[in-house]
């Protein structure tokens, strides 16, 4: 055991040093997003600017079919914000064009063997979150960890991911590490007590053993799972008090009257919205007794911040990448990046009903990750171009 240990660590070495200079800002970019959120800004904003201010970087961004889109987001970003005079907005504005601008440098550089390499950094990394969360839990006292990542609802979005991710690595390498890994960050999604994530993922699962496995064997080892996980917070008292009628009730409360707000404003002005972040600045101006930082739901958090100008702008960017994704030659040859992308997706869309998980810098970028596969087939056909003419030249 030992042995395979240090001959993986080993492993691991060696590719790091086969890395190219993009490739290494990028693994640090993602070790980052484990790392506070002051913390997790550095490296990224950094790879930003680098990749701004690079010809050759510009270049091949400028070459990713929907660059343009992203270039001139901005202005969907920041005029609503402006006209609002919602200053914290616009900063908010610019950071997810920033966002955006960092996906488009991972789409021009991402390959296979890259992309299932940061995968497997990240499952390695979640367990050390996984740890921290079971001190946070245990040792600290919180009801709810957050583990690393600033916020409970945050960390059950991250769960989520992990599970995925580690799904497809197990496969494609059929490894009980990557089990083990599974396994190890369901139980931390009942210590992050996020309700959400519960059914997002389960959905999820369940979606993936019916639509992608179509297997019986796979539909009742999920199911299995779910009831095991039910069983638990319905009768372990340590993470069933939140299912309590009067709590659930008020939750529920809660979200209503959060979304009833958010469809008032958003009549007020649906064509540019208020700005990023609006719903907080909706209750300063209001005098809300408290401050909640979005609408509590994703497609109605999209209209309030940009208006239906923004959610007709996220959706044809969905459909650039989903036009990518079914393109018969991304199917046959990257199959399992494309299921993983719209699990990931799917539990993203289901999480979003009652919250919104992406507006975190850590889960954006890591979801910012996931979508980066899809930029595979292009670059692996660039780069077997380059090797062929390489390969001439020196004939």
């Known amino acids: ?86 200053w914290f907005g616009l900063f908010g504005g610019v950071v997810i064009w920033l966002a955006l601008i960092f996906m488009l440098y991972l789409f021009s550089i991402m390959t296979v063997r890259f992309y299932n390499n940061l995968i497997d950094l990240v499952l390695i990394l ?30 059950g979005y991250m769960i989520e991911i992990f599970v995925i991710l580690a799904l497809y690595r197990y496969e494609k390498r059929h490894s009980t590490g990557y089990l083990i890994i599974l396994f190890a960050n369901l139980g931390g999604i009942l210590l992050c007590d996020c309700r959400t994530a519960w059914a997002a993922l389960g959905v999820a699962l369940l979606f993936y053993a019916i639509h992608y496995k179509r297997s019986v064997k796979w539909v009742v080892i999920t199911m299995l799972i779910a009831v095991v996980i039910m069983l638990i917070i319905l009768n372990v008292p340590l993470f069933s008090e939140r299912l309590a009628g009067d709590v659930l009730d008020n939750d529920v409360d809660k979200r209503s009257k959060i979304w009833q707000t958010a469809i008032e ?29 979005h609408a509590h739901n994703l497609i109605l958090n999209v209209i309030l911040d940009f208006g239906v100008i923004g959610l007709a702008y996220f959706s044809c960017m969905i459909g650039k990448i989903v036009s990518v994704l079914n393109k018969p030659q991304f199917c046959v040859s990257y199959g399992a990046i494309r299921t993983l992308i719209m699990i990931v997706a799917l539990a ?28 595979v087939e292009r670059n692996e056909r660039v780069f077997k171009r380059l090797r062929n003419f390489c390969e001439i030249n020196k004939a």
Request: aromatic fraction near 14%; charged fraction near 15%; glycine fraction near 4%.
């Open 126 to 155: 979640s367990l050390f979150a996984m740890a921290y969360a079971i001190i946070d839990k245990f040792f600290f006292g919180h009801a709810r960890t957050e583990s690393v990542f600033s916020n409970a609802n945050y960390y």
């Open 265 to 293: 404003w958003i009549k007020k002005q649906p064509i540019f919205g208020y700005g990023m972040n609006s719903f907080r600045e909706i209750c300063i101006r209001t005098n809300a007794k408290r401050i909640r930082w």
């Open 348 to 375: 993203t869309m289901i999480h979003g009903v009652t919250d919104v998980p992406v507006l975190g810098v850590q889960t954006s970028l890591m979801l910012v990750l996931v979508i980066s596969g899809c930029s």
């Open 1 to 86: 055991m030992i042995a395979k240990i240090k001959y993986k660590f080993q492993r691991m070495l060696e590719r790091g040093a086969e890395l190219s200079t993009d490739e290494k800002i990028i693994t640090v970019c993602v070790m980052a997003i484990f790392l506070p959120l002051q913390l997790v800004s550095v490296p990224a904003l950094f790879a930003v600017f680098r990749a701004l201010l690079n010809k050759t970087i510009r270049e091949k961004m400028t070459a990713v079919s929907f660059s343009g889109y992203i270039y001139i987001s901005i202005f969907i970003f920041t005029f609503p914000a402006i006209m609002f005079r919602n």
